[in-house]
């Protein structure tokens, strides 16, 4: 017998299917083009590349609001260093990413050793770290270096980069996730962070560093994010933290902690993927999408807590 949260993949898998035959059917001359559908990879692949640290932090019981904000600045601070300092690219992204290293740092602290709720430190810092990327690059930086834009925009096989990228991340994780003792690790701290403690894991330093690879990751996808667009602007990212944890939460992350598997967030994220452009298609008002959406994270929530309770 499949587990529960094998039973959740599989059925949302199987929605990602309905989904894409009932638009086939609707759109047959737009959806199941090449055109069409590589975009939707790459529109879901930056949401994809942060879930896939979200869903590490909420297998561990815990989860980040700060993830957009940590986008939008990476992106910043990289066209920051090259257009106002001169930096060789490299150097920029190097510094970007220790940047948002130590965002994931002091998120991680505060909380595992100092005992802050989770969501409001999260949540401060998503503001804190906002109005910073709104410091450094004001209404947007243009213009950005050809050998930073080519990370993003460059092509393999007809499809942009971030795509292979996001691909590339989620092979990467779902090893290490199966495979490695320290990702492990997350699996028991969620399930009994008590009983986790007790059996000689070290529960304060995994989640500090669950939130360090979780910045980083949200780094990597905001470099990703400003070298496709060309432009570092400091409203990217806004509603990004609420669309990775409800792909997160579909992939079967649990919010009790203890649950999830890293495809989970590829899965959950096409979803999501699919159900914008369907309504982009159908010329569905950009207000209705935003209502369509959050009834999608309330059903997602919903539907975890019934799974957790029948499971009990």
């Known amino acids: ?173 779902s090893f290490l996730a199966s495979r490695s003792v320290f990702f492990r690790r997350y699996y028991y701290i969620g399930g009994n962070e008590r009983a986790a403690e007790l059996s000689g894991i070290r529960v304060r330093r995994m989640k500090l560093w669950g939130f360090v690879l979780t910045s980083l990751l949200a780094g990597i996808a905001g470099l990703l994010l400003a070298s496709r667009l060309g432009t570092a602007l400091p409203t990217a990212g806004r509603g990004l933290e609420l669309r990775v944890i409800t792909a997160v939460i579909l992939g079967g992350a649990s919010l009790a902690g203890g649950h999830g598997k890293i495809v989970g967030a590829l899965l959950g994220a096409l979803f999501m993927g699919l159900v914008s452009n369907v309504m982009i298609l159908a010329r569905v008002s950009g207000y209705w999408q935003e209502i369509i959406l959050g009834l999608i994270l309330i059903a997602a929530v919903w539907s975890d807590l019934a799974l957790q309770k029948r499971n009990r």
């Open 1 to 173: 017998m499949p587990t529960l949260l094998k039973d959740r993949i599989y059925t949302l898998a199987l929605m990602i299917m309905l989904i894409g035959v009932g638009a086939t059917a609707v759109f047959p001359q737009i959806f199941p083009t090449f055109g069409n559908l590589s975009q939707i990879l790459l529109n879901m692949s930056i949401d994809t590349i942060v879930a896939v640290g979200m869903m590490l932090l909420m297998i561990s019981g815990v989860f980040d609001l700060s993830v957009g904000s940590v986008v939008a600045f990476s992106g910043g601070m990289a066209a920051l260093g090259m257009m106002s300092f001169g930096w060789p690219v490299p150097l920029a992204l190097l510094a970007a990413l220790l940047s948002t290293g130590l965002i994931g740092l002091t998120n991680g602290y505060l909380i595992a050793y100092q005992g802050i709720n989770p969501m409001i430190q999260t949540l401060a810092m998503m503001g804190i770290v906002r109005g910073g990327t709104l410091l450094l690059g004001g209404s947007g930086i243009q213009n950005l270096p050809y050998w930073f834009n080519a990370i993003g925009q460059s092509k393999l096989l007809g499809v942009q980069m971030p795509v292979w990228y996001m691909l590339l991340t989620v092979g990467v994780f």
